[in-house]
Each structure stands twice: as C-alpha cells, then as structure tokens.
C-alpha cells in the first residue's frame, strides 16, 4: 500500500480557507493577506501560496492589482492536483556560487516543498555536460522528473526544453523570446545608472568583470546594456577592452587585471561576482592605487558582506521574493494539469556607496 502523504502548511492552509468559503465565514472579498495571516495563525507566504492554489483552481478570483480577490460561490475543490517531482538544473555547482543565488534556490525549494512537492538538484551541471544538450538528454532520462526548473541556462539550453514536452520554468539566463514560464532580473536601469554616477565624475575608462555566460557566443543584455550607455555618453566602447575575455579563475583573474593596469588602466570597474571583489581590492592595494581615490568599484550583486567593506561596496540590489513566489506559483499550476507560459522580469537596483569617487585621470 502506497504510504499516506502529510499535507503541508499550504494545503491545510487552502483547505481551511475553503471550508469557511463553504460555511458562509467568509463571502464575497477575501480580507487581505495581513488579515488572514493574524487570524489563521501563519505566515503571509503561506497565506499567499493558499491564495494562489485556490486562484489556480477557480475558488478566487483577481480584481486587479491591490484589489481584494472575489470568493466564486459554490467551487468545489479541484480533485486533479498531483504531487510533483521538480528537478533543478545548475549552471554551475550551488556550493560554488555567490550567497544570493544559494539563498534563491534554498528559498524555492522551501516553497516547494511547503507545497507538499518533491524538490531534487540534479548532480550535473550545465557547466559539467559542457553545455551539451545530447548529454542533457541522457542526464533529463535519468532523472525522470514531473517538472524542470532551470538556473542560468545557455540558450542551447532553454532552446533543447522549449522543443521538448517538459514543463520547465527558466529562472535567468539567456531565454528571452522562447516560449517558456520564468523570472529574470533586468539590469538595464541599474547598468545605465551606474555607469551615469561614473561618468558623472569624470570617467572615461570603464570596464566590466563578468562570467562568460554574459559574454558569449554574444553579449547578453546586462553587458549590452552596459555597451549601450557607454555608447550614449560617447565613449566609444571596445567591447575587448570594456567587456573583457578571462579565463575564469584565480589565475585567470590576475592575469587580466594585470593587463588592464598595464598600458591603458581603468578609472573604474564594476565586478559581477561577490567573490571577485577581495582579490581585486588587494590587487589594486598592491599596486598602491586607492578605491575611490584612483579607481572606483560596483559590484553588480548584493551579498551580506558588502556591508563589511570600508569604504562599503556600491552594488545592485536583485529582489528575490517576486522570483520565488512566482517559482512555486508555477509549480502548483503544473500540479492542476495547467499550462503557465507567463514570464516576469524584476528590476534590479542600483545602490550607490562610498566606493564611487571622481577620476583622477
């Protein structure tokens, strides 16, 4: 016999919501999320997933952005609902990554599995079948997943899923103007403001420090948004010299600084990854140049110990709840049996700080 499955905090949550539908508790608007959240005793994200699960299935229905939603007299309880297996597909490994993607992807799988679903990380990585989608093929078989979700994926990627049957949910990466569920973060507008605060004081020479899946086989959009408006401030950009090839490593790092330095240095960088902060600061500190005093730094995502830094780092700030909450939303729509194509973008903002100061140059 097949072992009972526990409802999770979500499920009880929506069925206790429905039983006051049914008992006239509660009728015509539902109080909003702060209300229930008080008289139900649980959290407002459990609140909310309840909500969309009964939205999903007909029970509510949405008047419009920060309006109440209407209870549909008389929706029985969709009977259809599936416990799903929901495979996670990495770029590269999680333990390898910066804070803010481990705490996005700890944070869906939680909701996910709040949902009562089944959430597993596939042993490979993007990175690990040399962005091969034969090998991903084989690797999709294996797992034998209901739903995929996938972080920072290639185009040929997304491409391989948007061809195939499988419900996939693409969160970042490069899958633009396919035909497939997803949240992103636009840098457009932080990008434009950054390098505005830079020119601003007198930079010309500003160069950006990214991972390779923003630079090939073409830029991506936050690099060219980056092009763009180094372009309209008429600076003339050199992609090789603004947006520089590198071998991604240790080595690979200090070798390209030591090449920006040489000849034609940079009055600014914006770095894309936390973790290359700490050894471009102490390369800079070794070569006696100061930061802001004679090179300004951006790092290009938020993590915990930028607030450790003194001068503190200027960054962008990428929300994560809107990302999230529309992951696990997803999810419960796959659940019905329903097809969710909807895509979001979120914007990123940019946050100026003490390691921004005039070129000196």
Sequence with gaps: MKPLRRQSLVEQTADHLRDGFRTGRWSGKLPGVLSLSKALGVSRDTIREAVWLLEEEGALKASGAGKSRVIVPGRKKATHRRVLRVALLLYSPLSQDNSQSQELILSIKHGVEQA???????????????????????????????????????????????????????LGGRSLGLSMAGSRTDLSSAMSEAVDALVERGHRRIVLICQSIWRQPSLGLAAQAFVNRLSQHSLKPDVAYNVPDWPESAEGLQKLLKALFFA????????????????????????????????????????????WYRPELAHFDWPLLPHVHRAVRWVEVVALGKADKEAITVSAKFVPAGTIGKATK
């Design 264 to 307: 034609t240095p940079p009055t600014a960088l914006l770095l894309h990854e936390p973790m290359l902060a700490p050894p471009t600061l102490a390369f800079l500190a070794g070569r006696g140049l100061k930061v802001p005093g004679d090179v300004s730094v951006i790092n290009l995502m938020p993590d915990p110990a930028l607030a």
């Design 116 to 170: 009562g679903h089944v959430f597993v990380i596939c042993p490979k990585t993007i990175e690990d079948l040399g962005n091969n989608t034969a090998r991903l093929s084989r690797v999709i078989n294996e797992m034998e997943a209901d739903a995929w979700m996938v972080y920072s994926g290639t185009r040929e990627v997304y491409e391989w899923f948007a061809k195939s049957s499988l419900p996939v949910f693409a």
